[in-house]
């Protein structure tokens, strides 16, 4: 059972940036996708970003495609930058892990993730 944490969430002004952290109880690098998901007031979850083992392949959202970019560590954390914030971006964001592989496929359901954290507030005030 993986235990994730995030961090760094916070509010910011249009074209700010904040970056998340997520904290996992054990090394993640080398076994798991890792993926960042958002759920704003009245919405459903929806996926941002996502990265595969060893941090070859990642996939983004269109809406945050040039302005957010997912990142891991060599032990058991994963990054969301985000850059260019828009009020838009309002969510709780949530961290996700799974097991994965060194290989290209979709990373974007949130269903197919069976651990998650409790979620960190990004507030963007317009």
């Known amino acids: 059972q993986v235990q994730l944490s995030e961090s760094g969430g916070g509010l910011v002004q249009a074209g700010g940036s904040l970056q998340l952290s997520c904290a996992a109880s054990?090394?993640?690098?080398?076994?798991?996708?890792m993926g960042w998901f958002r759920q704003a007031p009245g919405r459903e979850r929806e996926f941002v970003a996502a990265i595969s083992p060893f941090g070859r392949y990642t996939d983004y959202a269109d809406s945050v495609k040039g302005r957010f970019d997912i990142s891991i560590d060599y032990n058991n954390s994963s990054f969301l930058q985000m850059n260019s914030l828009r009020p838009e971006d309002t969510a709780i964001y949530y961290c996700a892990a799974r097991g994965g592989s060194d290989d290209a496929y979709s990373r974007s359901t949130a269903g197919e993730y069976p651990f998650w954290g409790q979620g960190t507030q990004v507030s963007v005030s317009s």
């Open positions: 054990e090394r993640t690098f080398s076994r798991y996708d």
